[in-house]
């Protein structure tokens, strides 16, 4: 089972992350609705398991509450891939959302690094600030060693773009997490 479970208690935030790549139930709890919203429809496009509980500083704002969620839930995905053996590696994926178009392109390579072409016209999704997306992801790919390449080449509905940038995602995701045929690694290396 490709499955872990990470808790990561600090002064600001308390969570637990309980991930499974290969499916199973989804319930978000972080206190922030339209961030609930987005990692609900990151574990169903995913087709991942997920459970996330948050209790955040929110009467701070919602930065220390989705980053630190980002930290855990790619320790979890680095966890639960294990050695990164017998995996595609690669995905790709674009998601339409009525004006907005969103792409996504990574590489579970045990190299982290984040490219993000992304602005919002506006500053809140409900209680969200969408400038902390970036920072989800750029705590995301840190943690779980991935390359992770997300574009926004247009949109004008910040609610839209986001949802897309998490959809596309969860999609190429689903992708690369998929079993390779011969379950070894694809690297010329011979280890990622």
């Given at each position: 089972?490709?499955?872990?479970?990470?808790?990561?208690?600090?002064?600001?935030?308390?969570?637990?992350?309980?991930?499974?790549?290969?499916?199973?139930?989804?319930?978000?709890?972080?206190?922030?609705?339209?961030?609930?919203?987005?990692?609900?429809?990151?574990?169903?496009?995913?087709?991942?398991?997920?459970?996330?509980?948050?209790?955040?500083d929110l009467e701070v704002d919602t930065h220390h509450t989705v980053e630190d969620t980002g930290i855990?839930?790619?320790?979890?995905?680095?966890?639960?891939?294990?050695?990164?053996?017998?995996?595609?590696?690669?995905?790709?994926?674009?998601?339409?959302?009525?004006?907005?178009?969103?792409?996504?392109?990574?590489?579970?390579?045990?190299?982290?690094?984040?490219?993000?072409?992304?602005?919002?016209?506006?500053e809140l999704c409900g209680d969200y600030e969408t400038c902390v997306t970036e920072e989800f992801f750029r705590a995301f790919a840190m943690n779980s060693?991935?390359?992770?390449?997300?574009?926004?080449?247009?949109?004008?509905?910040?609610?839209?773009?986001?949802?897309?940038?998490?959809?596309?995602?969860?999609?190429?995701?689903?992708?690369?997490?998929?079993?390779?045929?011969?379950?070894?690694?694809?690297?010329?290396?011979?280890?990622?």
């Amino acid at each position: 089972m490709r499955c872990a479970r990470v808790e990561r208690n600090t002064k600001e935030t308390q969570i637990t992350v309980e991930l499974n790549l290969d499916g199973g139930n989804v319930d978000i709890s972080t206190g922030i609705g339209f961030f609930d919203h987005m990692l609900t429809a990151f574990a169903v496009h995913g087709g991942f398991g997920l459970k996330v509980a948050v209790h955040g500083d929110l009467e701070v704002d919602t930065h220390h509450t989705v980053e630190d969620t980002g930290i855990a839930l790619g320790t979890a995905f680095k966890q639960a891939l294990g050695d990164m053996s017998g995996i595609v590696r690669y995905g790709s994926f674009s998601v339409p959302m009525d004006e907005a178009l969103a792409s996504c392109v990574l590489d579970i390579s045990n190299r982290p690094f984040l490219v993000f072409k992304a602005s919002f016209e506006q500053e809140l999704c409900g209680d969200y600030e969408t400038c902390v997306t970036e920072e989800f992801f750029r705590a995301f790919a840190m943690n779980s060693c991935i390359t992770l390449h997300i574009s926004v080449p247009y949109g004008a509905n910040a609610h839209h773009e986001i949802e897309a940038i998490f959809k596309a995602c969860a999609h190429a995701l689903k992708i690369a997490v998929r079993p390779n045929e011969d379950g070894s690694v694809l690297s010329t290396k011979g280890v990622l």
